[in-house]
T-cell receptor, first 113, second 111 residues
Framework: SQTIHQWPATLVQPVGSPLSLECTVE??????LYWYRQAAGRGLQLLFY??????ISSEVPQNLSASRPQDRQFILSSKKLLLSDSGFYLC????????????FGPGTRLTVT | GEDVEQSLFLSVREGDSSVINCTYT??????LYWYKQEPGAGLQLLTY?????DMKQDQRLTVLLNKKDKHLSLRIADTQTGDSAIYFC???????????FGTGTRLQVTL
């Protein structure tokens, strides 16, 4: 069966510090991968998606970047965090020839102080 | 762009039925989905409906689709306290399985 992992689960970082969040998927190959941010009490905002290694599409201009160094690994990064980067970050995956349904990881809660 | 809209909050009594509504934007969406998010957790796929269907039933869940009005609803029969969560509808965009999510409805189940 497929599983998706995210770490860390929670993170408190000062403004201006770097960020690296990791997401890995097990039990599937060549998935589509996604990073979302959910601000407190708000819906989901798609940040990045990837259809393959090294292929990253950015949905919104921002202070963040994403990379996919391996087939089932998706990393969200920032060189200098802003207060507005605080939120709940969710990674998800989908199969390419499926019904489009996405499967979500447990999330990382980031607080920028 | 347009938002996928949902009402923010719904409160029901345990044992009653809950109906969560969603107005989506893209008439060409092939699939529409309902997800559940419990506090501090990721999203869990509850069910989905293919766009050529009007209704889909899955145990206590009934999904109704009105394509003319671009309206989607989720009915939960015999609502339980464990159903308390935020519910998101989503539509596919046809590109890399990207989904557009609604704003989410917080369901509160009272005793």
């Amino acid at each position: 069966s497929q599983t998706i992992h995210q770490w860390p689960a929670t993170l408190v970082q000062p403004v201006g510090s770097p960020l690296s969040l990791e997401c890995t998927v097990e039990g599937t190959s060549n998935p589509n991968l996604y990073w979302y941010r959910q601000a407190a009490g708000r819906g989901l905002q798609l940040l990045f998606y990837s259809v393959g290694i090294g292929q990253i599409s950015s949905e919104v201009p921002q202070n963040l970047s994403a990379s996919r160094p391996q087939d089932r690994q998706f990393i969200l990064s920032s060189k200098k965090l802003l207060l507005s980067d605080s939120g709940f970050y969710l990674c998800a995956w989908s199969v390419k020839a499926g019904n489009g349904e996405q499967y979500f990881g447990p999330g990382t809660r980031l607080t920028v102080t | 762009g347009e938002d996928v809209e949902q009402s923010l909050f719904l409160s029901v009594r345990e044992g009653d039925s809950s109906v969560i509504n969603c107005t989506y934007t893209d008439s060409s969406s092939t699939y529409l989905y309902w997800y559940k998010q419990e506090p501090g957790a990721g999203l869990q796929l509850l069910t989905y409906i293919f766009s050529n269907m009007d209704m889909k039933q899955d145990q206590r869940l009934t999904v109704l689709l009105n394509k003319k009005d671009k309206h989607l609803s989720l009915r939960i029969a015999d609502t339980q306290t464990g159903d308390s969560a935020i519910y998101f509808c989503a539509e596919d965009t046809g590109t890399a399985s990207k989904l557009t999510f609604g704003t989410g409805t917080r369901l509160q189940v009272t005793l």
